[in-house]
């Protein structure tokens, strides 16, 4: 079945950088966009990122553009978010998320979520 993992978060000083990574297995990765997205305490989940199959696609919620930089290595069926000036706000638990066999901006798109990896930024 659709497994996907998440991992390489941790706490961090305002102004630091985080790589996270997520591993997928139980289907052709390669052929599948993919989506990182965030939820804080109290809040509803938000897209923040998303890549089409190829990685030549990119789109990024506008809290993090400029920040942040999504891509992929489809020979390690890996996805991985670059994380970087991050600040306070940014505290959350991100998830990463399988798309569809095309691309979509439309985060509703992404319906399949790993487990999370906690992301803590102090001021």
């Known amino acids: 079945q659709v497994q996907l993992v998440e991992s390489g978060g941790g706490s961090v000083q305002a102004g630091g950088s985080l790589r996270l990574s997520c591993a997928a297995s139980?289907?052709?990765?390669?052929?599948?966009?993919m989506a990182w997205f965030r939820q804080a305490p109290g809040k509803e989940r938000e897209g923040v990122a998303s890549?089409?199959?190829?990685?030549?696609?990119?789109d990024y919620a506008d809290s993090v553009k400029g920040r942040f930089t999504i891509s992929r290595d489809n020979a390690k069926n890996t996805l991985y978010l670059q994380m970087n000036s991050l600040k306070s706000e940014d505290t959350a638990t991100y998830f990463c998320?399988?798309?569809?066999?095309?691309?979509?901006?439309?985060?509703?798109?992404?319906?399949?979520w790993g487990q999370g990896t906690q992301v803590t930024v102090s001021s």
């Open positions: 139980g289907f052709t990765y390669s052929t599948f966009s």
């Open positions: 998320a399988r798309g569809q066999p095309f691309y979509s901006k439309k985060f509703s798109n992404y319906v399949t």
């Open positions: 890549i089409s199959s190829s990685g030549l696609t990119t």
